[in-house]
């Protein structure tokens, strides 16, 4: 079993609100715009990291991260990447990595708009934690928290900062 905790966007922003939920976790997924390098350290401190790039991101945390990421944790299969989009309205770009991959659960962010939403047609959930950091429009911070387990996802909780 894994706990995992699924965030985006922020943005340079690991204050002690986000770290208090970041210990329970066993790994952390990072959907993009990270914001430093120091920021990707911090977290890396905490647990390990899985982590894209984001379209905010500069150049140094490109070069050690890729656009999009592909891996196995428990069983299920994940595509991580920053714009993604959602059920029905996916970018042209992540639309072809989803059929191309044919992932059990797509992570994106990017909108700062949280969302989970079962994708019928592919077969697949689709998770966007919102912005866990200060800075953009949002009002609410949030972060996803869940397990992984035997090719199951459980314990889905939102988390609002």
Not at 60 to 77: K, Q, T, V, Y
Not at 129 to 135: E, I, K, L, R, W
Request: charged content about 25%; hydrophobic content about 40%.
């Amino acid at each position: 079993m894994r706990k995992v905790i699924i965030l985006s966007d922020t943005h340079g922003c690991v204050d002690e609100k986000l770290r208090q939920h970041l210990k329970w976790a066993d790994e952390i997924w990072h959907a993009g715009d990270i914001g430093r390098w120091e920021t990707y350290d911090r977290l890396c401190r905490i647990a390990p990291v899985r982590a894209v790039y984001g379209n905010a991101d500069g150049w140094d945390l490109r070069a050690e991260l890729h656009a999009s990421l592909r891996f196995e944790c428990e069983g299920i299969r994940v595509l991580m990447t920053h714009i993604g989009g959602y059920p029905g309205h996916y970018g042209r770009w992540a639309r072809g990595l989803i059929e191309e991959g044919k992932p059990d659960l797509f992570v994106c962010g990017h909108s700062h708009i949280l969302r989970v939403m079962y994708d019928k047609r592919l077969g697949m959930m689709t998770m966007n934690p919102g912005a866990a950091g200060t800075y953009g429009w949002q009002k609410v911070r949030t972060l996803l928290r869940l397990t992984v387990e035997k090719g199951r996802v459980t314990g889905l909780e939102v988390v609002e900062m």
